[in-house]
Structures are given as C-alpha cells and as structure tokens.
C-alpha cells in the first residue's frame, strides 16, 4: 500500500465469517496483541480454540494475554482465514488498490461484516432456504440502511 508493505491481520470463526480485520505494518508480537486484544474486547470471551499459521508472534501474544484456549498452529487448518480472504482481493483488484493503510483498514472493517451478511453457505442449503434467506438478509439490510423498495 502506497509503496509500503503492509500486513492484513484478520480473525474468523470455524464457518468463515470474519471477526475482525486489522492492517499493520508488522508481524510482530505486538501487533499479534494487538489483534488479540482488539478481538477478546469486540467478542466478550475468550475463543475455545484458537488456530493459527506457524508465526512465532501468536504464541508470545498469546502467552501475554495469559490466555487459556488451546493453541493450534498448523499448515492446513488455517484454510479458513485464506478462503475467507478472496472477496476482500476480489474487491480490492475493482478498487484498483488501496491507496493508503487507513483506507485499507476503514474499507475492510466495513466490508466484513456486510460480506458475513450477505454470505450463504449455498452448499449446504436448499435451494428454497436459500432464496427465503437471502430475502431476509436483503430486507434487514434496507431497514438498516433506510433503502426503499422501489419497483
């Protein structure tokens, strides 16, 4: 971003949906924290399990958090966070980049949760669940954006 490496920090839960999203320049301890910190105080409690990719930063905020969840860290359970990551590219790529690290961090807390609304598990639902939810997240969406329905 802007000629810098910029690291994109992100939490998801075991179905895929993105908890927080946090840009830093480093993949420190401190920024593991950070991101711990962050998380712990949006959700209220402290995660069960948490799985991670095989960074040292996770294990040492982690022990400084003196959290109780068991640690995994593994090559192939963190698939979760990578998939969950190709909206966030697939966007970004329209927008032509991100122009600076604030922009990045303000476009994907916002994205997130609007992707995590509008995100159907299609594999594992009828076709007719599928529509009926999909309607709703679309009608909760307007009242909450105070849309009209036009037609």
Partial sequence: ???KKQYLWRAVDRDGFVLDVLV???????AA???????????????????????KSYA??????????????SRYLNNACEVSHQPTRRRERHMKRFKSARHAQR?????SP?????????H???????????????????EVTGLALTA
């Fill in 124 to 142: 594992l639902i009828s076709a007719t669940e599928y529509r009926d939810t999909r309607a709703r997240a679309f009608t909760i969406w307007r």
């Fill in 107 to 111: 476009f994907l807390s916002t994205h």
């Fill in 60 to 73: 040492a905020a982690k022990k400084d958090l003196k959290l109780g969840s068991e640690h995994r860290q």
């Fill in 114 to 122: 609007i992707h995590n609304h509008f995100q159907l598990r299609r």
């Fill in 24 to 30: 830093q320049s480093r993949r420190d301890a401190k």
């Fill in 33 to 55: 924290k950070r991101l711990l910190c962050k998380l712990l105080k949006k959700q209220g409690r402290t995660p069960r399990v948490l799985v991670t990719d095989k960074l």
């Fill in 1 to 3: 971003i802007a000629g």
